[in-house]
T-cell receptor
Framework: GDSVTQMEGPVTLSEEAFLTINCTYT??????LFWYVQYPGEGLQLLLK?????DKGSNKGFEATYRKETTSFHLEKGSVQVSDSAVYFC?????????FGKGTKLTVNP | DTAVSQTPKYLVTQMGNDKSIKCEQN?????MYWYKQDSKKFLKIMFS???????INETVPNRFSPKSPDKAHLNLHINSLELGDSAVYFC???????????????FGPGTRLTVL
């Protein structure tokens, strides 16, 4: 069935470090791909998305590129801030629903 | 203006009780969802409704019953609460312009349910 695998956390970085959170998905058709972010005590918010191969989603300095050949949608940011501390979820469109990865907790220290 | 709202934000109750969580969206979306998030942050879909019609009913105990009085509201009623029901419950909605397509989902702030 549809699934999403993302790197397990927690991830701890210093401010201004480079961030990569890996995400791969099962390749049934050409699903839309999403990254959601959950700040402490809040619901999930859409961070970025891509709807077809080679699309790059970007927002708030974060980027992810839809790679059909490697079935991946890795999240990157060149210089993280303390305010980026949150849980990040990769997701793919499935049959009538989103399929989420297990989430990766990021902590950024000053 | 709050897009997707849930009440209550916190709910503490005893085992065996019956409780409800309410959700409303003012985005004009057609589809609404309930998710359960456990203590490890794992997110699991429970139900989805499209224009008041049940679309998804994952393997959820019969004690959980969603009700959609109109397409802007999706409430969750839970009978005979158990310890294992303790979690954060999120409501979400999406537009889903085309049948079978998955559009961006907008989440509510969550309801933290604690069963004692």
């Amino acid at each position: 069935g549809d699934s999403v695998t993302q790197m397990e956390g927690p991830v701890t970085l210093s401010e201004e470090a480079f961030l990569t959170i890996n995400c791969t998905y099962t390749a049934t058709g050409y699903p839309s791909l999403f990254w959601y972010v959950q700040y402490p005590g809040e619901g999930l918010q859409l961070l970025l998305k891509a709807t077809k191969a080679d699309d790059k989603g970007s927002n708030k300095g974060f980027e992810a590129t839809y790679r059909k050949e490697t079935t991946s949608f890795h999240l990157e940011k060149g210089s993280v801030q303390v305010s980026d501390s949150a849980v990040y979820f990769c997701a793919r469109g499935g049959s009538e629903k989103l399929v989420f990865g297990k989430g990766t907790k990021l902590t950024v220290n000053p | 203006d709050t897009a997707v709202s849930q009440t209550p934000k916190y709910l503490v109750t005893q085992m065996g009780n019956d409780k409800s969580i309410k959700c409303e969206q003012n985005l004009g979306h057609d589809t609404m969802y309930w998710y359960k998030q456990d203590s490890k942050k794992f997110l699991k879909i429970m139900f989805s409704y499209n224009n008041k019609e049940l679309i998804i009913n994952e393997t959820v105990p019969n004690r959980f019953s969603p009700k959609s009085p109109d397409k802007a509201h999706l409430n969750l009623h839970i009978n005979s609460l158990e310890l294992g029901d303790s979690a954060v419950y999120f409501c979400a909605s999406s537009l889903d312009k085309l049948a079978g397509t998955i559009d961006t989902q907008y989440f509510g702030p969550g309801t933290r349910l604690t069963v004692l």
